[in-house]
């Protein structure tokens, strides 16, 4: 079975610009989450949905959002990018509820030039 | 709010020895716990979970964790050592269904022959 996927796998974009990352979780997966990693330090939770609605969200600015797709896949969107915004954005996939694990998808490096 | 320290950056183990990868929580509820594994350039991988029961939780690839409540704990152990453990560990704490998963920083293992 294929796992979580995500594209692309490297982004390059300037300071002010908007990009979005997409996300197809494993097949039976309702649950999509999304995560920024920065290098050196632990991922940092962003968005979930299950089921196509949010269902929780991180610290994070509202140049981020998300949405979720009928067939589960999601797309990350970060508006007006900002230096502080170049991580890696990993993208996880599990049944649904919080007694699951999460299967994470390779990732998309982001640098913001 | 729940938090997870992970209080070594590297842990050195000689390959055939025992490794133990330290994780302390805190959380208000009860704690949903994770560990994954992340080699570089890719993904994290899951390794185990402690929900509920069995204070002793068997995972892949031989590893294992001990839930300990009284001492908020939940430290990864292997009874022997593979140089191809050598990689980046993190601890994860949920503390409800539908709350947002809170990764430690990790720490680096780094196994010699």
């Known amino acids: 079975d294929a796992g979580v996927t995500q594209s692309p796998t490297h982004l390059i974009k300037t300071r002010g610009q908007q990009v979005t990352l997409r996300c197809s979780p494993i097949?039976?997966?309702?649950?999509v989450s999304w995560y920024q990693q920065v290098l050196g330090q632990g991922p940092q939770f962003i968005f979930q949905y299950y089921e196509k609605e949010e269902r929780g969200r991180g610290n994070f600015p509202d140049r981020f959002s998300a949405r979720q797709f009928p067939n589960y896949s999601s797309e990350l969107n970060v508006n007006a990018l900002l230096l502080g915004d170049s991580a890696l954005y990993l993208c996880a996939s599990s049944l649904g509820t919080g007694f699951n694990e999460q299967f994470f998808g390779p990732g998309t490096r982001l640098t913001v030039l | 709010a729940q938090s997870v320290a992970q209080p070594e950056d590297q842990v050195n183990v000689a390959e055939g020895n025992p490794l133990t990868v330290k994780c302390t929580y805190s959380v208000s509820g009860n704690p949903y716990l994770f560990w994954y594994v992340q080699y570089p350039n890719r993904g994290l991988q899951f390794l185990l979970k402690y929900i509920t029961g069995d204070n002793l939780v068997k995972g892949s690839y031989g590893f294992e964790a001990e839930f300990n409540k009284s001492q908020t704990s939940f430290h990864l152990k292997k009874p022997s050592a593979l140089v191809s453990d050598s990689a980046l560990y993190f601890c994860a704490v949920r503390d409800s269904s539908w709350g947002k998963f809170q990764f430690g920083a990790g720490t680096q293992v780094v196994v010699t022959p």
């Open positions: 097949s039976g997966h309702k649950s």
